[in-house]
T-cell receptor, first 112, second 116 residues
Framework: DQQVKQNSPSLSVQEGRISILNCDYT??????FLWYKKYPAEGPTFLIS?????DKNEDGRFTVFLNKSAKHLSLHIVPSQPGDSAVYFC???????????FGKGTKLSVKP | DTGVSQDPRHKITKRGQNVTFRCDPI?????LYWYRQTLGQGPEFLTY????????KSRLLSDRFSAERPKGSFSTLEIQRTEQGDSAMYLC??????????????FGNGTRLTVT
């Protein structure tokens, strides 16, 4: 039973445009959400996070939106750059333990 | 700070053999985590330590798996009597003592295990 779902296995966007990656979760007890980026042959790298008490968090070109009523979050990348091409994982946690529940990932391709 | 280091990067073994992986966390981090990732899936939690104490284990961690962190610094993950289903990327991560939400996990580059 997937508690964190990323329903789009892949996404292709043009350089300079917006990339929107989506994530849904089922467990209403999750209170912290993170996005990780992963390049081939490397471990996941932390990108941005959001607490359940917020609905938006912004860091440079990256913004995460959280809709608790819909149990949905999204990552916006503006403007997209070819170096953003990677697999993006959504993850969720309950409490401060660090037992992150990951989605299956979305492969983003940004074309020049 | 060289990040989280894992050794070896790749391991090929025959079914039934034992394997051991090592993880060296970021030096000031005292929480250490093991995850497993198979093709097409996200990382799955296996276990985590705070200092030398193993605080949580996933049901994925069968009795053939054992993790240790004897001195609260590096950790080892041993798999006994390997099976083909153990083939995966084994990821180690570390974080500051406060854990989430103040301290995201920092992952190493993983050890890729192939069981033939």
């Amino acid at each position: 039973d997937q508690q964190v779902k990323q329903n789009s296995p892949s996404l292709s966007v043009q350089e300079g445009r917006i990339s929107i990656l989506n994530c849904d979760y089922t467990n209403s007890m999750f209170d912290y959400f993170l996005w990780y980026k992963k390049y081939p042959a490397e471990g996941p790298t932390f990108l941005i996070s959001i607490s359940s008490i917020k609905d938006k968090n912004e860091d440079g070109r990256f913004t995460v939106f959280l809709n608790k009523s819909a149990k949905h979050l999204s990552l916006h990348i503006v403007p997209s750059q070819p170096g953003d091409s990677a697999v993006y994982f959504c993850a969720a946690s309950r409490g401060s333990q660090g037992n992150l529940i990951f989605g299956k990932g979305t492969k983003l391709s940004v074309k020049p | 700070d060289t990040g989280v280091s894992q050794d070896p990067r790749h391991k090929i073994t025959k079914r039934g053999q034992n394997v051991t992986f090592r993880c060296d966390p970021i030096s000031e981090h005292n929480r250490l985590y093991w995850y497993r990732q198979t093709l097409g899936q996200g990382p799955e939690f296996l276990t985590y330590f705070q200092n030398e104490a193993q605080l949580e284990k996933s049901r994925l961690l069968s009795d053939r798996f054992s993790a240790e962190r004897p001195k609260g610094s590096f950790s080892t993950l041993e798999i006994q009597r390997t099976e083909q289903g153990d083939s995966a990327m084994y990821l180690c991560a570390s974080s500051f003592p406060t854990g989430l939400p103040n301290s995201p996990l920092h992952f190493g580059n993983g050890t890729r295990l192939t069981v033939t």
